[in-house]
């Protein structure tokens, strides 16, 4: 069955480094997003990424993210000059847009957790 | 600003017991909402979803969703262990993709 991969699956960084996360989604999918869980807490929606441009964000997602799609299965997101608050369960998610009902199932990669020292 | 709320639990239920788990939304333009399961440390898991008012039944997942009441639920038939998790309700906006989740009910099914 078709899956969600993403590396590395745990990363720790010095505070102010910059670091990217990786993610391969499923290979017919079309939308991409990424999501961020800091211990404890909900589920929080970063960046959603259609067609090679973002096609919605989150208060969270500012100056200090970027994501891309550098070739045809990769989507990175970077985070520039980390702080100890960033430090996250990062999930990277796809979709299969479908236009009925809104069905836009996502399904979520294993994740990378990033500690921020 | 969209909400959904949970009960975070934890629900404790006996093994082979119906666990019931509720999920409030504020946003009446939400089409269609998410089941999703997380096991401590992993990944959301979809287990369902559902659009239509009334009842979606999979296995011995039962989703039930009530738009004028603006509440979507999963009951779990004949409980195991291995259910034991945090039960995630999630819903798109009325536009666009992205998933605001609920905070969780942790579900603990005793042997």
């Known amino acids: 069955e078709p899956e969600v991969t993403q590396t590395p699956s745990h990363q720790v960084t010095q505070m102010g480094q910059e670091v990217i996360l990786r993610c391969v989604p499923i290979?017919?999918?079309?939308?991409f997003y990424w999501y961020r869980q800091i211990l404890g807490q909900k589920v929080e929606f970063l960046v959603s990424?259609?067609?090679?441009?973002?096609?919605?964000k989150s208060e969270i997602f500012d100056d200090q993210f970027s994501v891309e799609r550098p070739d045809g299965s990769n989507f990175t997101l970077k985070i520039r000059s980390t702080k100890l608050e960033d430090s996250a369960m990062y999930f990277c998610a796809s979709s299969e847009r479908k236009t009925s009902g809104g069905q836009d199932t996502q399904y979520f990669g294993p994740g990378t957790r990033l500690t921020v020292l | 600003q969209k909400e959904v709320e949970q009960n975070s639990g934890p629900l404790s239920v006996p093994e082979g017991a119906i666990a019931s788990l509720n999920c409030t939304y504020s946003d009446r333009g939400s089409q269609s909402f998410f089941w999703y399961r997380q096991y401590s440390g992993k990944s959301p898991e979809l287990i369902m979803f559902?659009?239509?008012?009334g009842d979606k039944e999979d296995g011995r997942f039962t989703a039930q969703l009530n738009k004028a009441s603006q509440y979507v639920s999963l009951l779990i038939r004949d409980s195991q262990p291995s259910d034991s998790a945090t039960y995630l309700c999630a819903a798109p906006g009325s536009i666009g993709n992205m998933l605001t989740f609920g905070g969780g009910t942790r579900l603990m099914v005793k042997p």
């Open positions: 290979s017919n999918h079309l939308y």
């Open positions: 990424f259609y067609n090679n441009e973002i096609s919605e």
């Open positions: 559902i659009y239509s008012n």
